[in-house]
C-alpha cells in the first residue's frame, strides 16, 4: 500500500546529466615525483644515520694521524662514485661487495637493471683519515627494475642506500677496499619494547 504519490522534478531549461560528475583524479605517481620523495627523506634521515656513536660497528672513526702526501678529498670521493657506478651496473638484486639490496622472497629475478641516480657523494660524511685509511658515509639513490618469473609486469624500486666505504692510498692513489651497507642502529625511543 502506499500512502501519497511520489513525484519526480523537472526543471524546464536547465539540463541534468545522467550521471553525477566525477571528480577528477589525481595525478599518477610516476617515478620522478617517487624520486623527489625518496630523495627528501634520505636527506631528512642522513643526518642522524651518519653520526658516529661509540656503540655502532659502522661508525667512522675521530680523524687521526697525518693524511699521505698527494691525497685529496676530491681524489677519494671520485673513487667512491665510481664504486658505487659499478656496482649500479651489476645484474643481481643483491650484488657482493655493494651497498644495494633488494628481498625478492622467489629467490629468482630477471631483467635486473640498477640505476644511481644524483651524485652520491653530495652530502657524505667524511673523508676522514684514520687507521690507516680514508671512511666515507653517505647515501646513493638508487631504483632497479626487474622481472620475477610468471609474472608479466616490471617491478620498480627505488631505494635511499646507506653505504660506508673504506678506501686505501697507495701508489699516490685512492683504493677503494671495502664498500657496503651502511646498517641504521634503531634509537631506544624507536625500538620496539620486549615481551
Known amino acids: 500500500m502506499q500512502v501519497g504519490a511520489a513525484h519526480d522534478l523537472h526543471f524546464h531549461g536547465v539540463s541534468r546529466p545522467e550521471t553525477p560528475e566525477a571528480e577528477p583524479a589525481a595525478a ?8 623527489k620523495v625518496v630523495g627528501v627523506i634520505a636527506l631528512i634521515l642522513a643526518g642522524a644515520a651518519l653520526l658516529p ?13 697525518a693524511r699521505p702526501a698527494g691525497s685529496s678529498n676530491e681524489a677519494v670521493l671520485t673513487a ?7 656496482c649500479a651496473q651489476t ?23 640498477w640505476a644511481l641516480h644524483g651524485n652520491p657523494t653530495d652530502g657524505t660524511y ?12 653517505g647515501y646513493a639513490l638508487m631504483t632497479v627494475t626487474y622481472t620475477v618469473p610468471y609474472e608479466a609486469s616490471k617491478t620498480l ?3 635511499a642506500t646507506p653505504y660506508r666505504a673504506e678506501i ?26 620486549g615481551p
Open 28 to 35: 599518477p605517481w610516476t617515478p620522478i615525483k617517487v624520486l
Open 53 to 65: 656513536s661509540p656503540e655502532d660497528a659502522d661508525a667512522i672513526p675521530a680523524e687521526s694521524g
Open 80 to 86: 667512491v662514485q665510481a664504486g658505487l657506478t659499478s
Open 91 to 113: 645484474p643481481v638484486l643483491q650484488p657482493a661487495n655493494c651497498p644495494q639490496e633488494i628481498d625478492n622472497p622467489t629467490g629468482q629475478a630477471n631483467d635486473v637493471h
Open 126 to 137: 667524511g673523508p676522514i683519515w684514520s687507521n690507516d685509511r680514508f671512511y666515507v658515509a
Open 157 to 159: 624500486t627505488v631505494q
Open 168 to 193: 686505501t692510498w697507495t701508489d699516490d692513489k685512492p683504493t677503494v677496499t671495502n664498500l657496503r651497507r651502511k646498517h641504521r642502529r634503531p634509537s631506544p625511543a624507536t625500538t620496539p619494547p
